[in-house]
């Protein structure tokens, strides 16, 4: 585990430390340290890969799951959530308490997903009733698979 410089939400230019290294705040937790990619909003659903590259989540997406804790676009460095309670773009209408998975927006989810694009380890924990934005998720080092058995 590394110690923070700057806030978990800093954007870095210039990778300032190594790619997949892990830190947690004092609430317990987890973050990794990854690439950024084009469109990432604060909450955006992110797939990574052995390299630590990340994709906005899509449907047909595997890998492990990360939560953008800034606005971590193309070129640019940053934390990203993988364990614990996070704040996370869920689509509207999203029942409280949901098993959620890609749901129509690339970086979204939803409990309306297809059975392929289901993540292991998250459950949301707030209704989206009110409409499309940020809202708790609980994590437990999410993962997508396209369907296969985990």
Same mark, same amino acid.
């Given at each position: 585990m590394v110690q923070l410089v700057a806030p978990l939400s800093t954007v870095d230019t210039i990778a300032q430390y190594t790619l997949g290294s892990r830190t947690?705040?004092?609430s317990g937790n987890e973050y990794? *340290?990854? %690439?950024g990619v084009a469109s990432t909003i604060v909450g955006s659903w992110v797939t990574f890969d052995e390299l630590y590259i990340t994709a906005l989540l899509v449907s047909g997406a595997k890998g492990p799951?990360?939560?953008s804790m800034g606005i971590n676009v193309a070129s640019r460095y940053g934390w990203y959530?993988? *364990?614990g309670s996070a704040e996370a773009c869920v689509i509207t209408t999203t029942a409280a308490d949901s098993i959620v998975g890609f749901e129509t927006t690339s970086g979204y989810v939803g409990d309306g997903k297809a059975a392929?694009? %289901?993540i292991y380890g998250a459950i949301c924990r707030d209704s989206s009733a009110a409409g499309t934005g940020v809202y708790t998720v609980q994590l437990y080092y999410p993962m997508v698979a396209n369907g296969a058995v985990v």
């Open positions: 947690m705040d004092k990794i *340290y990854l %690439t799951l990360g939560v959530q993988i *364990y392929a694009d %289901t």
